[in-house]
């Protein structure tokens, strides 16, 4: 049985907040936690705990970025990838214990038909997509050099590390192990080239995405969950001056969960 209040003086991290999404056991969650463990706003917190699923972690790490403080995510959800168990007990002993990965986003910058530069962090990949019926048409270049003249498909992505294997291995990407320091360029449903299965870049490759005939053939570009529509130029680089921190418990830590999931059937 778990203790009403947990004293939280002598751990590594002092200072809970607790959130969670908006669906029934995430909320749930929410209450049983923040009835056995005292939690501060997160404006005052040494450390985030995240209830939801992959989606609301992201969401959790771009809110509260300026922060600069760890998220550990229990998982609510359905595929918690980024996410620990959710367990009632001894939560402030697996905090004292977790293993801290530090994950580099990228900077995608989006020049829209009217004009206007968007800017925007991806923690697991920038992807574009066709907004009509009708398939988009992109010219890739690769460090100012032009790869492909024109890739004929539903869109295509950059994605990191961590996020290979969310979006990216969806669209028969490869996963990539955490320390790579490569990212992925996958083709989202390429119909010319047919066969191109895409690229991987070292990490510090600036990749620039233009859409031919954006009028008829307008697209999206969106970074995490932030999108931007009838864009016509996209620019995506890994950003070492941001950062982001998630905690896992040891034995389930995100490099091994990477390596695992080669093995999955």
């Given at each position: 049985?778990?203790?009403?209040?947990?004293?939280?003086?002598?751990?590594?991290?002092?200072?809970?907040?607790?959130?969670?999404?908006?669906?029934?056991?995430?909320?749930?969650?929410?209450?049983?936690?923040?009835?056995?463990?005292?939690?501060?706003?997160?404006?005052?917190?040494?450390?985030?705990?995240?209830?939801?699923?992959?989606?609301?972690?992201?969401?959790?790490?771009?809110?509260?970025?300026?922060?600069?403080?760890?998220?550990?995510?229990?998982?609510?959800?359905?595929i918690g990838f980024l996410m620990n168990d959710f367990l009632l007990e001894n939560?402030?002993?697996?905090?004292?214990?977790?293993?801290?990965?530090?994950?580099?986003?990228?900077?995608?910058?989006?020049?829209?038909?009217?004009?206007?530069?968007?800017?925007?962090?991806?923690?697991?990949?920038?992807?574009?997509?066709?907004?009509?019926?009708?398939?988009?048409?992109?010219?890739?270049?690769?460090?100012?050099?032009?790869?492909?003249?024109?890739?004929?498909?539903?869109?295509?992505?950059?994605?990191?590390?961590?996020?290979?294997?969310?979006?990216?291995?969806?669209?028969?990407?490869?996963i990539i192990p955490l320390n790579a320091e490569i990212m992925a360029l996958t083709?989202?449903?390429?119909?010319?080239?047919?066969?191109?299965?895409?690229?991987?870049?070292?990490?510090?490759?600036?990749?620039?995405?233009?859409?031919?005939?954006?009028?008829?053939?307008?697209?999206?570009a969106t970074a995490d969950d932030k999108e931007i529509r009838d864009v016509v130029?996209?620019?995506?680089?890994?950003?070492?001056?941001?950062?982001?921190?998630?905690?896992?418990?040891?034995?389930?830590?995100?490099?091994?969960?990477?390596?695992?999931?080669?093995?999955?059937?």
């Amino acid at each position: 049985m778990v203790p009403a209040k947990i004293k939280q003086s002598k751990f590594k991290y002092q200072n809970l907040a607790i959130v969670a999404a908006d669906f029934p056991d995430a909320q749930t969650a929410l209450s049983k936690l923040r009835k056995t463990y005292d939690s501060v706003t997160p404006q005052d917190a040494d450390v985030i705990i995240a209830l939801g699923g992959d989606g609301f972690v992201l969401q959790t790490l771009h809110r509260y970025m300026e922060q600069k403080i760890p998220v550990f995510g229990m998982n609510r959800g359905s595929i918690g990838f980024l996410m620990n168990d959710f367990l009632l007990e001894n939560l402030l002993e697996r905090l004292v214990n977790s293993q801290c990965m530090t994950l580099y986003p990228l900077r995608m910058k989006a020049i829209t038909a009217d004009g206007q530069i968007k800017e925007s962090l991806a923690i697991n990949e920038v992807s574009l997509l066709r907004q009509t019926y009708q398939a988009a048409k992109l010219k890739i270049k690769i460090d100012n050099v032009v790869r492909m003249e024109e890739l004929i498909c539903d869109g295509a992505l950059v994605s990191t590390p961590a996020g290979s294997t969310a979006y990216n291995l969806s669209a028969d990407g490869p996963i990539i192990p955490l320390n790579a320091e490569i990212m992925a360029l996958t083709p989202i449903s390429a119909f010319r080239p047919r066969r191109w299965r895409g690229a991987l870049l070292p990490h510090m490759s600036k990749v620039n995405i233009k859409v031919l005939d954006h009028k008829k053939r307008p697209v999206s570009a969106t970074a995490d969950d932030k999108e931007i529509r009838d864009v016509v130029e996209v620019s995506i680089t890994e950003d070492k001056k941001s950062s982001f921190q998630l905690l896992f418990d040891p034995e389930t830590n995100l490099e091994e969960r990477i390596i695992k999931e080669q093995f999955t059937p």
